[in-house]
């Protein structure tokens, strides 16, 4: 329901006194007023480039492909692009030979296009796509705002603060189902524990299925 207009106006109000018309006192005022703000109250503002905002773990930053032993943590799963809204990632996925199956042949963020929503973190199973602090980038040129795997991949050390405040922060209903470990890589069944646990659960049947599949 929209709301009732109120008039919070008291009668008057815009009557000028003898004062208020001679204007003069009023802008020493209102300069008195300015200079005060200037001398007693703190600085908030950054004297940029030298000085640098350091922004919280919460921060959305420029998104980045989480480095992992050296190796993309992605396993090229396309849901990110999927949930992409300006459709600013692509890939190409190829096959590799490890328990991980499947890497990013090519990945690319349109930086122009990106609006730091942080939906590709959201959606990505591997946490393997994650909201950084860069905050500041400038391009000479379009071309130079497309982000391939080289500018992309961040070591995992160095995005410390923000996987843990992943883990603090999600909605714990996720977390409780479904933490990320490196042997709970939900695209591949070859040679996981995840196989082994179904064995000793009886799903022989399962457990055939992934090995004719991987071997296929
Ligand atoms: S932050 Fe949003 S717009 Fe940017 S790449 Fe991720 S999903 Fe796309
Ligand atoms: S959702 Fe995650 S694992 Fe899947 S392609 Fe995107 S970054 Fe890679």
Redesign the pocket.
Same mark, same amino acid.
């Given at each position: 329901m929209p709301g009732k207009i109120q008039n919070t106006g008291t009668p008057n109000e815009r009557t000028l006194n003898f004062w208020e018309r001679l204007y003069l006192p009023e802008i020493f005022k209102g300069l008195g007023y300015s200079f005060r703000k200037v001398v007693k109250e703190p600085m908030y503002t950054f004297q940029y480039p030298e000085e640098q905002w350091y922004p919280p773990d919460g921060y959305r930053g420029r998104p980045v492909?989480v480095e992992e032993d050296g190796k993309p943590r $992605? #396993?090229?799963?396309?849901? $990110?692009?999927k949930a992409c809204p300006p459709m600013a990632i692509s890939?190409e996925t190829h096959e590799i030979d490890s328990v991980k199956e499947r890497e +990013?042949k090519w990945f690319e963020i349109n930086m122009l296009r990106c609006i730091y929503c942080g939906f $590709?973190e959201e #959606? $990505? +199973?591997?946490e393997?796509?994650v909201m950084s602090k860069e905050y500041d980038m400038t391009f000479q040129a379009r071309t130079e705002a497309i982000f391939g795997l080289e500018r992309l991949l961040v070591p995992e050390e160095r995005l410390k603060d923000r996987l843990d405040y992943l883990k603090r922060a999600r909605n714990p209903q996720f977390g409780q189902n479904w933490d990320f470990k490196r042997s709970n890589n939900i695209h591949s069944l070859r040679d996981r524990a995840f196989v082994k646990w179904l064995r000793e659960g009886g799903a022989e049947e399962v457990e055939s299925a992934a090995t004719e599949s991987a071997h296929a």
């Open positions: 492909l $992605c #396993v090229s799963c396309n849901l $990110c692009a890939m +990013p $590709c #959606v $990505c +199973p591997e393997a796509i």
